[in-house]
């Protein structure tokens, strides 16, 4: 992953974050997994990809997009998610 492609899920990953935080509405959540989805090698970090699209597919199942994320276990799994992925991908930058 090359340092433009970092920043850029950096910045995905810290918007949804904040978006989960600040419990936004589904609609922002959704929209920046998918920025970030978008940022990630799909052969280096296809597990993220596949666990981000998990996420994106179950929100649009169990909520409207204008909503926020109700159920408080929901949103803290997400959360939890998030700092995960923030770990991985770290990790795996700095092999």
């Given amino acids: 992953m090359d340092l433009i492609k970092a920043f850029e899920a950096g910045r995905f990953l810290q918007a949804a974050y904040i978006a989960c935080l600040d419990n936004k509405n589904v609609y922002t959540i959704v929209e920046n997994l ?3 989805m978008e940022t990630l090698d799909p052969d280096e970090f296809s597990d993220v990809r596949k666990h981000i699209s998990d996420w994106i597919e179950f929100l649009n199942k169990y909520y409207k997009m204008y909503e926020s994320i109700k159920d408080p276990e ?3 799994a997400l959360i939890e998610d998030i700092k995960d992925w923030v770990k991985i991908i770290k990790d795996r930058l700095l092999r």
């Fill in 34 to 36: 998918k920025g970030l």
């Fill in 74 to 76: 929901d949103r803290n």
